[in-house]
């Protein structure tokens, strides 16, 4: 999710199955509420193992965040270490760049896992720490802890916002912005930078911010970055591809909605499902359905919360199971806010547990399943 203003025609806003006890309003608190991690706003699960990783958004204008490293068996999370030294030089496909981006500044914002034939994994990062572009580690499995390798990075369009990532085994990717524009736009770190030098920038048009139309695009080594025709939504957030990479889920935050959508016009037409909360990220479960989670509030709620007053970040949320067939909709958690945990932006859901995740706050929290996935 993008923080709340509009600056520069950018929508910085268009950023029950558990076993809990009941509020008088019919919200629930997770089970276990982990602390000690800062902004995980999205997570993916390294696929037979204990491990999950979690996004690290950083500051309200998304610099010096990074990633986390989340222990299902042990309900446990720390910070990863990376290694993001200046001589580090980058592999092909992702090798556009010359080099990592600044390790101070480096945030992970949507994030997307991909299996490789030799065992290891390719991890998509949306970053926005130093520039805009999409980080790539290899993640590898050992005895202990899987280890992280930066191997490249692609920069991002600067006429679009980018907000969430979904990649293919053929190293093509698949992102989400949360807003387009005619012009090229200042970096986040270029925004960040003008706000130390005294520059005020305007303050947030909720009106404008949920009208902002962004879109999907599609990248490879030898074509770059293409927009998908007919793939814009209001404030297009959380994505997640179909099984055969050729269809996408891509949630509308202020538009309520996900929209399944083929990224070759010529497969079929889109379908819009409508949900009673603003989604934000998206990602298959252990079993096979998508699990969408978002908030319930306004956009100028959220988007203060997102912008770093903790004061209004005690946000409700909800998470919803979507069938990928038959597109039904079913609730599966409906979560209070609290001071340690709302304005929930993830919910990764594993065969035990359900985890949340937030883009303001230093705790994660656990729900767990009843009977399982």
Known sequence: MKPGMVLRGVSMCALVTACTAETPQGLVEPDEVICGVANVEDMVALPDSPWIIGSGIGDSFFQSGGLHLINEDEASAAKLTLDLSEGLKPRAPFDQCSGPPPADAFSAHGLSLVANADGTSNLYVVNHGGRESIEVFEVRRTEAEPQFSWIGCVATPDTATSNSVSARPDGSIVMSASGTYDEPAPSFAALAEMVKSGVELPEMDAEAASSTRGAVFTWTRDQGWMKVPNSELKGNNGIELSRDGKWAWVNSWPGSSVTFMPLDPVLGESREVKLDFKPDNIRWSAGGSLVATGHLASIDRVAKCAMGDPTAC????????????????????RGKGTQQLGAATIALKTVKNLWIGTVRGQCIGRVALQGGE
């Open 314 to 333: 005690e946000i409700d949320y909800m998470v919803a199971a979507i069938d990928p067939d038959s597109f039904e909709v079913k609730p599966l958690f």
